[in-house]
């Protein structure tokens, strides 16, 4: 497999195993009463002691040579709380506020986030694919907030808002990290990134609002949310930076909210109606234009 198939192939599993964990945590926030607060916290904490600690075992404990660069440290501490804090915590709020299949369709702005930041970095205009790509994308966000009715809103003002910051989050959280990643091993900085949003979403919350039914359901649901839907999916999606652009991979990502409008639908009986799925489709069609042409 060479490292261009390798990295697709990352990308996508990172993108569907995202996409289910945000149906669990819908499922833990709607039926088990968890707060985002709450879950953020363990994921972030306990996914990022895992990673720290498996890839100390695998380097002999050289976990912390990360943070002798005074470069590498800033790095870290902007990718852990601006990044991997703030695109979790967005995202699951906006879950909280709606639900996983309009939180993650509604993340998935990111690609436009992407093309506008890389037009502005090469000082140059937005070409003309990207320019319909766009279009599709706004038409698309449309559709899915007013459900045809361009009079009002049909989902709630918080549900757009904790949407759209998370597509922001995400668009630095693909963006950021790329030099750290090219410097050093993936699990090393996404288990430092996890535990320092973690710990700073401990102390910005602490455990007021917790959980109001935990029983073997949720316990279930959370270990999905951590071991696939955050260990396994991180390090998948970062990874596939190392191999392909990072316009590739929030392509890829459009997987995302495919998985998670499908099994919303099917397992948490959400409907979903034209309106919801045109805009969806509207959005997708966006991202792939903008992946197959900048290939």
């Known amino acids: 497999m060479n490292n261009r198939t390798k990295g697709l192939c990352l990308a996508a599993i990172g993108a569907l195993l995202w996409g ?20 953020v916290v363990i994921r972030l904490l306990v996914s990022g002691c895992l990673l720290l600690g498996i890839d100390g ?6 976990i912390f040579t990360i943070w002798h660069s005074s ?15 703030s695109v979790q915590y967005t995202y699951f709020a906006a879950i909280s ?4 299949a309009t939180a993650t369709v509604l993340q998935y702005l990111m690609p436009v986030i992407v093309v506008f930041w890389v037009s502005l970095r090469d000082r140059r205009l937005p070409h003309i694919y990207e320019v319909v790509a766009i279009a599709l994308a706004m038409l698309g966000t449309l559709l899915l907030v007013t459900k045809g009715d361009f009079t009002a809103l049909a989902i709630s003002k918080a549900a757009l808002f904790w949407g759209i910051l ?11 990290p790329k030099y750290l990643l090219q410097h050093w091993r993936s699990p090393l900085v996404i288990g430092w990134g996890m535990l320092l949003g973690g710990i700073v979403m401990l102390a910005l919350s602490g455990f007021d609002r917790g959980v109001a039914i935990f029983d073997l359901e949720a316990a279930g ?30 392509t890829l990502g459009s997987l995302e909210p495919l998985a998670a409008v499908l099994l919303s ?9 034209p309106f919801d799925i045109g805009g969806s489709l509207l959005m997708m069609l966006a991202v792939g234009i903008l992946s197959r042409l900048k290939r």
């Open 20 to 39: 289910a964990s945000g149906v669990a945590a819908q499922y833990l926030f709607h039926q088990k009463g968890f707060s985002p607060e709450f879950l």
């Open 57 to 62: 075992l695998l380097n002999f404990g050289d």
């Open 71 to 85: 470069y590498d440290r800033l790095q870290l501490l902007l990718f852990g709380i601006i990044g991997m804090l």
């Open 97 to 100: 506020c709606s639900n996983a």
């Open 166 to 176: 998370s597509a922001l989050s995400a668009a630095f959280y693909t963006l950021q």
């Open 221 to 250: 649901a959370l270990a999905f949310v951590v071991c696939f839907g955050t260990v396994l999916a991180f390090w998948s999606y970062l990874e596939s930076i190392k191999y392909i652009r990072p316009t590739e991979t929030s």
């Open 265 to 273: 639908v099917l397992l948490l009986n959400i409907p979903f109606g």
